[in-house]
């Protein structure tokens, strides 16, 4: 059974400070994704990762996939505010995704 | 841009009732998905469907059914809705090359 952990669970960080959020995941997949989602909000997609090695970079947000350490990581450079919401990073294991638990990011003034 | 809609973005219904959420993606997407989110659970999958008529359990498919007469809709059935039931329910459609888009999602609240 595929597994998928998020790590941190809470982040709570300062305007202008950088940070990773991590995602493990148990089993082999080439495919991963990041969403992002807030309160009261369905999910948006953040971004597609789709081999080892890639990376993709939206604004200040970078998201790697390291596929033979099953890992992918999602960093945010100099948070604002804006950045607030919780995220979700899913792993593909045949046309149905398992989503880690979600990481709920606050960013304070 | 793609769109999934739902039916209805907050439901309450009452015990014992039988719950219809409709679901409807206008991009031609074979794979449909219902999912719940709870607290402290994340998204967990309910049913999925590969084509019209065909449908996979996913992990927690107690308590529901599903329907797919066409490929645009997708249907997620409580037969006899229970407390437990209480959640948002998220529907999604899946592109090509793998990309899960989701509806709005629907607040149900079993009472």
């Known amino acids: 059974e595929l597994k998928v952990e998020q790590n941190p669970l809470f982040l709570s960080m300062q305007e202008g400070k950088n940070y990773t959020i991590y995602c493990n995941y148990s089993?082999?997949?080439?495919?991963l994704y990041w969403y992002r989602q807030d309160p009261g909000k369905s999910l948006e997609s953040l971004f597609v990762?789709?081999?080892?090695?890639a990376v993709k970079q939206e604004g200040r947000l970078m998201a790697s996939l390291d596929t033979k350490a099953r890992l992918s990581t999602l960093h945010i450079t100099a948070a604002v505010h804006d950045l607030s919401a919780t995220y979700f990073c899913?792993?593909?294991?045949?046309?149905?995704?398992?989503f880690g638990e979600g990481t709920q990011l606050t960013v304070n003034p | 841009d793609v769109k999934v809609t739902q039916s209805s973005r907050y439901l309450v219904k009452r015990t014992g009732e039988k719950v219809f959420l409709e679901c409807v993606q206008d991009?031609?997407?074979?794979?449909m998905f219902w999912y719940r989110q709870d607290p402290g659970l994340g998204l967990r999958l309910i049913y999925f469907?590969?084509?019209?008529?065909?449908?996979e359990k996913g992990d927690i498919p107690e308590g529901y059914s599903v329907s797919r007469e066409k490929k645009e809709r997708f249907s997620l059935i409580l037969e006899s809705a229970s407390t437990n039931q209480t959640s948002m329910y998220l529907c999604?459609?899946?592109?090509?090359?793998?990309?899960?888009?989701f509806g709005p999602g629907t607040r149900l609240t079993v009472t």
């Open positions: 999604a459609s899946l592109s090509d090359p793998y990309e899960q888009y």
């Open positions: 991009m031609d997407h074979e794979n």
């Open positions: 899913a792993v593909d294991s045949g046309s149905r995704l398992t």
């Open positions: 990762l789709l081999s080892n090695g």
């Open positions: 469907s590969y084509d019209v008529k065909m449908k």
């Open positions: 089993t082999t997949s080439d495919r």
